[in-house]
């Protein structure tokens, strides 16, 4: 795959894809944030976003948005949570180039890399 940036996401505490889990990716420009993608992942744990593929992506720095609060309340875990709107900020330095964010979780933490 070239180009574009993906998200896995697993809600390592249940085992399993954070199906439902909303994302949302703005491009940081000078003139304020651009917004690039939004939307939730899917029953493999993946997001199905043409941002995947590149649309909207050249090289800048970007902020991926994990909504984790209101993912474990439409899991009925009732909050208040520790974690809500967790943001993940990072440079494309090459558009062609493609960035893979698997990001693991549970209510009390998370971990969020590129990975290949």
Known sequence: MSGGISVHAVDVAEGRPAVGLRVTIVALEAAGPRPVAEGTIGPG???DHPVVRG????????EAVFHLGAYFTGQGRPGPHFLDAV???????????HYHLPLKFTR???AVFRGV
């Open 45 to 47: 744990g993946s997001f």
């Open 55 to 62: 649309v909207g992506v050249a090289a800048g720095t970007y």
């Open 87 to 97: 943001p993940f900020r990072f440079t494309v330095t090459d558009a062609a180039e």
């Open 108 to 110: 009390f933490g998370y």
